[in-house]
């Protein structure tokens, strides 16, 4: 099996930084993609984030040059800096990522975090 665990959510005020990291654990050959996403009340859940095994990156317009997604492979870990908060990314935090088993020949599985609580005061 394999485990996402997040941290570093928090309370920030607007126009503060936080920075979310995600451990991949378990079962794992590979992961391909891997990233953020959030669900804020009554709202569906929404990409944030995502970086490839090769570093590509991919971005929500709202969150374009305000937050950052990086990857260490050797720890199987991803991160997300967010920087200039807006009370609009209050939200639940979830990493997900897309893990090649071992013996799965290149198929791979979704897996998500339990998500952290990211909340920034106006």
């Known amino acids: 099996q394999v485990q996402l665990v997040e941290s570093g959510g928090g309370l920030v005020q607007a126009g503060g930084s936080l920075r979310l990291s995600c451990a991949a654990s378990?079962?794992?050959?590979?992961?391909?993609?891997i990233g953020w996403y959030r669900q804020a009340p009554g709202k569906q859940r929404e990409l944030v984030a995502t970086?490839?095994?090769?570093?590509?990156?991919n971005y929500a317009d709202s969150v374009k040059g305000r937050f950052t997604v990086s990857r260490d492979n050797a720890k199987d870990t991803v991160y997300l800096q967010m920087n200039s908060l807006k009370f609009e990314d209050t939200a639940v935090y979830y990493c997900?990522?897309?893990?090649?088993?071992?013996?799965?020949?290149?198929?791979?599985?979704?897996?998500w975090g339990q998500g952290t609580q990211v909340t920034v005061s106006s």
């Open positions: 997900n990522a897309n893990v090649v088993l071992p013996n799965s020949k290149g198929t791979s599985w979704s897996y």
């Open positions: 970086i490839t095994s090769t570093g590509t990156r």
């Open positions: 378990g079962s794992i050959f590979s992961i391909n993609a």
